[in-house]
């Protein structure tokens, strides 16, 4: 999942981007609400977590206008404690969820998974596909019950693709769930990935579109 994280606190930012990082998240930050309003446009993420108080354009006002253009985009606000009329403010203007600040990272990442399975088709926090079975709360993957080590842009691949069976992925998607901006990404990368997994899954559980990319293959023996 690619997340659009709009915050103007910079040490907060930081530090989700790197807590959501190391749960599987590709997180890309922006300060202010006018940036997050040309990357919704122009870059869309899944998801958007969207600060209320930001520099230039609030929080509410950026929501009213992504919300023009986009109905279905997920938007989990943050809000400041006492900030109730906020909160009233933001699910009135089709945020789909709030936290409230301080919150534990624990609550936000059962927030993100809630919305993650409004977009996908998955509907639980295990996704099982014939052999395969990835736990998105423990980040863990086996293949007939038995567990398999998955470096984390692996985990991070497998799951985009496992949320999408049976869907085709471009590799251009999939590249966006495995790297923030300015990462340095080799143009290869992706088929790299596919490539380790299919060691680590067997050959046929991911299929290749030529020239498109890849999805999980459901015609498989399950
Ligand atoms: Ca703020």
Not at 131 to 154: H, I, M, N, W, Y
Not at 155 to 170: D, F, H, I, P
Request: aromatic share 4%; with cysteine; proline share 3%.
């Amino acid at each position: 999942m690619q997340i659009l994280l709009v915050e103007d606190d910079l040490p907060l930012a930081k530090g989700l981007q790197q807590a959501l990082g190391k749960q599987g998240y590709v997180v890309n930050h922006v300060g202010t609400g006018e940036a997050a309003l040309h990357v919704v446009e122009y870059d869309k993420p899944d998801i958007v977590v969207l600060d209320i108080g930001l520099p230039d354009i609030d929080g509410i006002s950026v929501l009213k206008k992504v919300r023009a253009k986009d109905k279905e985009l997920p938007v989990l606000m943050l809000t400041a404690r006492d900030g109730l009329d906020d909160k009233v403010a933001g699910l009135d203007s089709g945020a789909d969820d709030y936290l409230v600040k301080p919150f534990e990272m624990t609550e936000l990442l059962a927030r993100l998974r809630v919305l993650e399975r409004r977009i996908t088709s998955v509907k639980s926090n295990d996704i099982t596909v014939g052999k395969v079975c990835l736990d998105t709360v423990a980040q863990s993957v086996s293949v007939d019950g038995q567990p398999v080590d998955l470096a984390r842009r692996e985990y991070m691949l497998l799951k985009s693709l496992m949320e999408n069976a049976g869907r085709v992925q471009t590799r251009s998607v999939l590249e966006t769930r495995l790297y923030t901006w300015g990462e340095e990404v080799s143009s290869n990368a992706v088929e790299v990935h596919i490539h380790r997994l299919r060691k680590k899954l067997g050959n046929d559980f991911i299929k290749t579109i030529r020239g498109v990319g890849y999805k999980i293959n459901l015609e498989q023996g399950a």
